[in-house]
């Protein structure tokens, strides 16, 4: 078993312990995963009005949602190839020079997005952000993991994943920011603001070094035979770490189609929600439009906050009680949260709701980020995070595309239920019904994390695994 080095046996506050150049990887590699979530959450804010510009104004409100449900398809499966090719770069070449790629990858095509003139290019465009997007927290993870104090590693692991947040939160203020624009012209200044992070990629790759550990790795996959580096061959056909691959695999597909196959179209449902609380108001038009922006930017706030201390609670939990039980309280807590949300969200007043699912949800993100790099050597620790986290994304790619045939299906219902007499407003709330019901169907993919946890290992206060140790 591998044992810890002696300056990994400090005691104190976690942030003490780091050095100068620990808190510049720390800072790196968190801005890269924060600026990944910004990037993100600007798509999922400026999608509908992106699609309705470039699809024209009169285009029907519900096939927009749909074109919305195949652009997030088309970027989650992006990501899912991203993940899986700059996971195993990262292993190979190093992680800092690849994430520099990344960062830079996932910023120029956010920017190119603002430039599409019809829905091909930015389709297009989501594949490219997805491709730079995916690569990001395998890389970020494995650099904390190896690059900085084995006794701090938890800690600051649930700290990057807490900060995404930020990225999601500003987000939110951008998006406040430009509510009083035509919401024609909004969703381009989101997207070019989202190429900003390109500058990043600067001080990654000039000032940040390869840990030590992936560089005394790489040395002894050149000298040992069959030790090779970023290796799918050696990740998924040695048993040893072949079963965490595939089972970590599956406990991430329930966070990730929970949180891109549900938890992210609930604007989707805000929007309408708040549209309806809003006319009621005596708003319309312009006014209309203005407020509407600027209370689905609230809510996006509001539920990122929630995340952000639902991540901090989740990575204590865990280092607290394991892993594998906080695990256990999240996907119970984050089905719950989910299917109460998208049940009861009906106006203003509910937007409290979005924190309570932003905690559930998102909280088991930061377990994720202190787990998968617990799971693999150095040699496969990018790839093998990668490969868990964003195999899932093949998965979830399917998510709103089943999202949204599940609402069709159901709303196509429910509107031949109605009487002849019935008038657009009930068919608009007929529609919003059935993606309530669709939503809360969805919401049984977080039992599959449940179903799963029993077969994996428990990690906690076990140094990181490594191939001539003999932790498994």
Same mark, same amino acid.
Request: glycine share 8%; net charge positive; with cysteine.
């Given at each position: 078993m591998s044992s810890a080095a002696p300056s990994e046996l400090a005691t104190g506050p976690w942030w003490r312990q780091l050095t100068g150049y620990h808190w510049f990887v720390f800072a790196m590699a968190s801005m890269a995963w924060m600026f990944d979530c910004l990037d993100q959450q600007l798509f999922i804010l400026a999608r509908e009005n992106a699609l309705t510009s470039l699809m024209g104004p009169d285009v029907d409100?519900?096939?927009?949602?749909t074109y919305g449900g195949f652009a997030t398809s088309i970027f989650v499966a992006g990501w899912a190839v991203g993940g899986l090719i700059f996971g195993s770069v990262g292993d190979r070449i190093g992680r800092a020079k690849t994430l520099a790629l990344t960062v830079l990858i996932y910023s120029l095509s956010t920017g190119l997005s603002a430039m599409s003139r019809n829905v091909t290019d930015f389709f297009f465009f989501r594949a490219l952000t997805g491709l730079g997007v995916g690569g990001v927290f395998g890389l970020a993870v494995a650099l904390i993991a190896d690059g900085l104090p084995g006794n701090v590693r938890a800690k600051a692991l649930g700290w990057l994943q807490s900060l995404s947040a930020i990225g999601n939160v500003t987000a939110g203020l951008i998006k406040l920011s430009l509510s009083g624009l035509p919401p024609e012209v909004s969703w381009k200044y989101m997207f070019w603001i989202g190429a900003a992070p390109a500058f990043l990629c600067i001080f990654i790759m000039f000032?940040?070094?390869?840990?030590?550990?992936?560089?005394?790795?790489?040395?002894?996959?050149?000298?040992?035979?069959g030790l090779k580096m970023g290796s799918y061959s050696s990740l998924l056909g040695e048993p040893r770490w072949r079963k965490p691959a595939l089972l970590g695999m599956l406990?991430?597909?329930?966070?990730?189609?929970?949180?891109?196959?549900?938890?992210?179209f609930s604007p989707e449902l805000v929007g309408s929600a708040l549209e309806?609380?809003?006319?009621?108001?005596?708003?319309?038009?312009?006014?209309?439009?203005?407020?509407?922006?600027?209370?689905?930017?609230?809510n996006l706030i509001i539920q990122n906050i929630g995340a952000f201390l639902g991540m901090l609670s989740f990575a204590r939990l865990s280092q /607290?009680?394991?892993?594998?039980?906080?695990?256990?309280?999240?996907?119970? =807590?984050?089905? %719950? $949260?989910? *299917?109460?949300?998208?049940?009861?969200?009906?106006?203003?007043?509910?937007?409290?709701?979005?924190?309570?699912?932003?905690?559930?949800?998102?909280?088991?993100?930061?377990?994720?980020?202190?787990?998968?790099?617990?799971?693999?050597?150095?040699?496969?620790?990018?790839?093998?995070?990668?490969?868990?986290?964003n195999v899932g994304r093949f998965v979830a790619a399917s998510g709103p595309f089943t999202l949204g045939i599940l609402q069709q299906s159901?709303?196509? /219902?429910?509107?031949?239920?109605?009487?002849?007499?019935?008038?657009?407003? =009930?068919?608009? %709330? $007929?529609? *919003?019904?059935a993606f309530r019901t669709a939503a809360c169907w969805m919401t049984s993919i977080f039992v599959l994390g449940l179903l799963v946890l029993p077969f994996l290992p428990e990690t906690k206060d076990r140094p990181l695994p490594e191939d001539d140790d003999g932790l498994h």
């Open positions: 409100p519900s096939k927009v949602k000032k940040l070094k390869e840990p030590e550990k992936w560089i005394q790795a790489k040395k002894k996959s050149q000298e040992v035979g406990l991430c597909v329930s966070g990730v189609v929970g949180l891109w196959g549900i938890g992210f309806a609380s809003l006319r009621e108001e005596g708003l319309d038009g312009a006014e209309l439009s203005a407020a509407k922006g600027r209370w689905t930017a609230y /607290s009680i394991g892993r594998k039980p906080a695990f256990a309280i999240g996907f119970v =807590m984050a089905f %719950a $949260a989910t *299917l109460f949300f998208f049940r009861f969200f009906d106006s203003k007043a509910d937007i409290w709701m979005s924190a309570v699912m932003g905690f559930s949800q998102l909280g088991l993100f930061a377990i994720f980020a202190i787990y998968l790099p617990e799971l693999f050597p150095t040699r496969l620790r990018s790839t093998g995070t990668s490969f868990c986290y159901l709303a196509t /219902s429910a509107i031949a239920a109605l009487p002849e007499s019935a008038d657009a407003a =009930m068919q608009t %709330a $007929a529609k *919003l019904d």
